[in-house]
């Protein structure tokens, strides 16, 4: 049987930030890293701009070779986690392999769903969450002159403008009213739907796809309102969803992903879970949230390596923000913390219409709760640990208002000294 | 593991220029060839409600967050310069690493369309050069560490001197330097008192070391050395010899050696006073400390008399160096350090390096180096150096230094010092700089 003090399922954010953390204070103890893709470590983020052709696939490895080879670590590649034995600590891997672990960290990220559209299994479509995806959704699309693409989320929409890029007619269809819904009000996801017509990308918003059929090349599909498009080629972007099937017979429990503590403990000793596969504490409600966003992936990485060190500078999770950086067509829409206000936020907003630009500040108790902008400079870094911190605004309230950029830099300098 | 450069901020230097944002202009220049303050790298804005202005700079983390939140690999930690590197050809302006910067450290340009960093400038950095009152610095101690880390601390760890301690961090620093081909001579004091020497047969040191008297260090010394040379072997006389014990007890020996010129490496370590044995006045002390034996009361405001100035007293004795140095200004005493050493394989090399005390000065023992930084820039312990038959050298600006207040304020023993007294003190400073720019050929 093979042996590994920490085994890391998944290399991406929350599992190789994992690595580096157990090793800042573990220099020896063996650690086993296994990923299902055959290539090194990249980012899920960046596989749009691998579709548009802008990043090349040999130039995103997150981390070469030599860096496992210095760090001691036994990677692991084109292999996958298929069954846990929690109460012998040990693992099977797709190829058969069984590895005994001390401590185990599930950090698989999540998967693609596929919706239940008629017909949809019947036709060829492409998703995007792997370099392999990307490799095929380029390569189709480099003799394809027009895309559909389902879903207006970030995946979707990320996918939609590179594929524009790549010089295909793309239209997106989303079911809601407004496009990245949970991510932006409806006042930035305008400004942004705006921008993706005036690219020349068709934006069929508020009605779903009711059936979706192969033709001779490429597709068509149904809409609720009975209009129909056709395409060379279809992308499915509705959504992810961790897939958990390694987790049959244990006594880890799942709600959407696998619940864990603030310290990203699930429910079997030894076993911690991080990144898009958790579900962990919110920053704002009682309750346990996907976030699937990767600054959350990288946290939460960190977290788990440190408390399976037992690194006594671990500081347990301050719950999920959402925080979204989305940058389309040359502009940019930051969202960081609560984006839509509720009755306890006072919310106050600043709008010019020439530039197109806007900023939306939410307070709870002068607290900041949530800020929002487009086409303004932002710190996000700096707005998120004022929401962590629950930094009490009184004092410079009007100042933040009126220069939330520069009161948020003399802020977050001044606790840093 | 490696130590970098960096560039520091001073708040209260910076206030004083009144928002000139010359560094932002000269950082805007450079990146951009306009003035426009959008292309500066660095920001400086406004303190909190009045309070002193604040920093936004890329702290070129070592264990930076923007490059575990960038997809791309275009931020990367330069292991050489220890600068984060941006690689515009990998960037693809998701803005993520923003999110994971908590200083403003990397920012988005709106212009240019991309993110940007402060890359120090080839290690030139051009804002430094264009602060006008020296509130940013470019520091470049960290060689001292990268040069210095693999060689040997010749004292063993544990030593007992109090937290905070000055003088133990003078001690190891010197004889990690000068090396183990050393005779060491600590006479009574802090240095032996915190273990150095040893006790009952055990040594404190990791290389030949002696206790002599408080009287006759140098003569000692002066005593061994010559031995060594008339062994064929080429070994350093080092003395670590406190304030009292070089200045008062023994100074006739110190005189004497000097006079002779002998081969002696004499390194003080000047506290202002007997510590070890319960905070005495020594020659010394300044005017107007507190001390057990100047104490604070109805008559006595603390010492009635001026310190004597031991440094210009052994460069009057026309040494092959002379020198005084602080813990603040590190690599400065590197340097003086290196020369003194070649000087003493000629003659007598003397150092006079100024090291507040945390005890018995009565300052929290966090502040050390901030006491030794503030003798320098009020001028009440210029830096300076003197080689035989030259002019004496000032190794730090003497000019705009900060009233002398900035010092003492930080000191419990100057805590009752009236009007008067600061009066005097300040009026001594000024003399003394006024003469020793006299022997520097400079008035
Ligand atoms: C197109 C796209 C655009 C995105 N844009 C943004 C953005 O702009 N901002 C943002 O914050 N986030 C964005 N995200 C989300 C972000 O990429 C994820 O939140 C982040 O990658 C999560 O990291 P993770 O380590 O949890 O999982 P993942 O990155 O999903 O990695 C999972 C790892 O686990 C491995 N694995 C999976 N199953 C197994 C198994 N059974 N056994 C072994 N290994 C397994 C995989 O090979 C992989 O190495 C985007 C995602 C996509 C797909
Ligand atoms: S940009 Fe920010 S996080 Fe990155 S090294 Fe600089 S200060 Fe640190
Ligand atoms: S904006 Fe560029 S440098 Fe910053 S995280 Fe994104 S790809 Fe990396």
Redesign the pocket.
């Known amino acids: 049987m093979n042996q590994t003090h920490y085994l890391i ?7 190789l930030e994992a690595v580096h953390r157990i090793r800042l204070i573990d220099e020896t103890a063996s650690i086993t890293v ?4 055959a290539q090194l ?1 990249y ?3 960046i ?2 701009y691998v579709v548009s052709g802008q990043s090349e696939p040999d130039r995103v490895v997150l981390r070469n070779a030599d860096y496992f080879k210095s760090q001691d670590v036994n990677l692991i590649t084109g ?4 069954a846990i034995d929690e109460a012998a600590q040990q693992v099977t891997l797709k190829s058969g392999e069984q590895w005994h672990y001390e401590k185990l960290l599930l ?4 998967d693609p769903i596929i919706p239940p559209i008629p017909g949809l299994s019947e036709t060829p479509f492409h998703v ?3 370099m392999q995806d990307a490799i095929n959704l380029r390569t189709h699309a480099g003799n394809a002159k027009t895309a559909i693409v389902l879903g207006a989320g ?2 979707g929409m ?2 939609a403008e590179n594929l524009r890029h790549a010089g295909l007619d793309v239209s997106i269809v989303e079911m809601c009213d407004q496009v990245l819904p949970g991510y932006f009000d409806n006042q930035a996801a305008s400004v942004i739907e705006v921008a993706f017509n005036s690219n020349g990308i068709h934006m069929l918003m508020g009605s779903g796809v009711v059936k979706v059929e192969p033709l001779e090349s490429g597709c068509q599909a149904t809409l609720e309102n009975g209009q129909t498009v056709q395409a060379d080629l279809l992308l499915v972007a509705t959504g ?1 969803k961790p ?1 958990l099937d ?1 987790l049959k017979g244990t006594s880890i429990q799942i709600d959407q992903g696998i619940l864990v503590d603030r310290t990203m403990r699930t429910d079997a000793a030894n076993i911690w879970a ?4 958790a579900q962990a504490a919110d920053f704002y409600k009682d309750e346990k949230v996907m976030m ?6 990288v946290t939460q ?1 960190a977290i788990a390596a440190m408390d399976m060190a037992e690194d006594e500078a671990l500081q347990p999770y301050s719950g999920g923000v959402p ?4 940058t389309f067509f040359g502009q940019q829409a930051i969202s960081v913390g609560q984006s839509v206000a509720d009755e306890q936020t006072e919310t106050l907003s600043r709008v010019d219409d020439d530039n197109q630009s806007y900023l939306k500040i939410l307070l709870k108790d002068n607290q900041l709760q949530g800020i929002s902008s487009i086409n303004e400079e932002m710190d996000a870094g700096i707005m998120w640990q004022l929401i962590l911190r629950k930094i009490d605004l009184t004092p410079v309230k009007d100042a933040f208002i009126a220069q939330p950029l520069e009161t948020g830099r003399a802020l977050m300098s001044s606790t840093w000294r | 593991m490696t130590a970098y450069n960096t560039i520091a901020f001073d708040p209260s230097r910076c206030e004083s220029c009144n928002n000139c944002d010359a560094c932002i202009t000269a950082c805007a220049q450079i990146k951009s060839g306009t003035d426009d303050p959008l292309h500066s790298r660095i920001k400086i804005v406004a303190g909190i409600n009045g309070n002193q202005p604040e920093l936004a700079l890329c702290r070129q983390c070592g264990d930076p967050e923007c490059t575990k939140s960038c ?1 791309s690999t275009s931020l990367t930690k330069n292991e050489q310069t220890g600068i984060i590197d941006w690689n515009k050809s990998l960037c693809i302006d ?1 803005l ?1 690493c923003t999110v994971g910067c908590t200083y403003g450290g990397i920012t988005y340009n709106m212009t240019l369309k991309h993110v940007a960093k402060c890359d120090m400038c080839d290690g030139d950095p051009a804002c430094v050069k264009a602060c006008p009152t020296g509130a940013l610095t470019y520091l470049t101690s960290a060689n001292i560490f990268n040069e210095q880390h693999e060689r040997e601390d010749l004292f063993v760890p544990g030593l007992s001197a109090c937290q905070g301690c000055n003088s133990e961090m003078i001690m190891r620093h010197s004889l990690r330097k000068v090396g183990p081909d050393t005779v060491l001579a600590t006479p009574p004091g802090c240095i032996p008192g915190m273990g150095s020497v040893g006790f009952n047969g055990t040594t404190g040191t990791k290389v030949p070391v002696f206790h002599p008297l408080l009287t006759n260090t140098a003569s000692m010394l002066a005593g061994l050395k010559k031995q060594y040379n008339r062994m064929g072997r080429k070994v350093t006389a080092m003395a670590l010899a406190g304030d009292g014990g070089a200045g008062d007890v023994g100074f006739q020996s110190l005189s004497g050696a000097a006079e002779r010129n002998e081969q002696i490496l004499f390194i003080v370590v000047d506290n202002e006073g007997y510590m070890n044995t319960g905070m005495q006045a020594s020659g010394s002390t300044s005017y107007g400390s507190w001390t057990t034996t100047t104490p604070v009361g109805t008559e006595m405001k603390g010492k009635p008399t001026n310190q004597k100035n031991l440094a210009m007293i052994m460069m009057n004795h026309n040494c092959e160096y002379v020198a005084t140095a602080s813990t603040a200004f590190v690599e400065d005493y590197y340097e003086k350090l290196d020369k003194a050493l070649e000087a003493s394989e000629r003659g007598f090399a003397y150092l006079h390096i100024y090291s507040p005390c945390p005890t018995g000065w009565r300052f929290p023992s966090s502040q050390t180096i901030e006491v030794c930084r503030k003798g320098v820039e009020t001028n009440f312990a210029p830096l300076w150096e003197y080689e035989r038959g030259g002019e004496l050298q000032f190794t730090h600006s003497i000019d705009n230094p900060l009233p002398v207040e900035a010092y003492l304020n930080l000191s419990g023993k100057y805590r009752h010092v009236n009007e008067q007294q600061l009066a005097h003190i300040q009026q001594e400073v000024n003399d003394r700089v006024k003469t020793l720019k006299r022997f520097a050929g400079l008035n």
């Open positions: 399922a998944g290399a991406s954010h929350a599992g296994i990923t299902r893709d470590p980012s899920p983020t596989l749009p292999n996958e986690l298929i950090a698989t990220g999540a995007l969450r792997t970030l995946i990320h996918g992810v897939k390694y991080a990144g898009d596969v699937g966003i990767l600054p959350n992936a990485g925080i979204n950086t989305y | 997809p998701c993520l």
